[in-house]
């Protein structure tokens, strides 16, 4: 359950191509080899309406959150966290070089007691790999 959302401010829509974006996060996850290819999200949300510092319109954002599964252990968690961003930076590198931007990633870890989840993506991987 590698699930991952970016919220990122409306003034980004120019400076940055959103698609591309989640796809390098997405790729970043799976070449860390830590999380199951069935389970990866990765989703983007804009934020029409944001504040920051002093309030000038010309900053800008973007966060990510993390929600993980129980099970890995810290330094796994770290090894990967800092692999995906260092992608992510390296990918915003023009909007920091650009404007006034502030850039975060944290992690979150689901107690699987209180966590529910129904997914035949998983299935399917493994249907395609067997055919494939």
Known sequence: MPHFTLEYSANLDDLVDMGATVELVRKAAVETGIFPLGGIRVR???CEHYAIADGRKNYGFLDMVLR????RDLATRKKAGEYI???LSAHLDPVFANSKFALSF????NDKETSWKRNNIHDALKVETVNG
Not at 68 to 71: A, F, S
Request: net charge neutral.
């Open 68 to 71: 993980l599964g129980e099970g």
């Open 44 to 46: 983007a949300v804009r």
């Open 85 to 87: 961003f260092k992608a």
């Open 106 to 109: 944290d992690m979150q870890i």
